[in-house]
């Protein structure tokens, strides 16, 4: 079960990846369920993505809401 924090950063990191401080501490129990990843950008930055098990997550909670 996601905790609120974890599940309002995970909603950003789908609407607003650009927008994600990369030192939020809920970004790791979400790397940890393997429910987002760190995506280099050819830029050579990184950006935080959703993963398909991510985006299936947030789709399962939206729809018993």
């Known amino acids: ?7 309002a950063t995970l909603l950003l990191v789908k609407d607003a990846p650009n927008q994600v401080d990369m030192e939020r501490e809920e970004l790791d129990a979400l ?3 393997q429910l987002v990843e ?6 050579g930055l990184q950006q935080w993505r959703i993963t ?3 985006d299936t997550a947030l789709r399962a909670i939206k729809r018993f809401s």
Request: hydrophobic share 35%.
């Open 1 to 7: 079960m996601l905790s609120p924090h974890e599940f």
């Open 31 to 33: 790397l940890e369920r």
């Open 52 to 54: 398909e098990s991510g």
């Open 38 to 43: 760190l995506e280099k950008l050819a830029s």
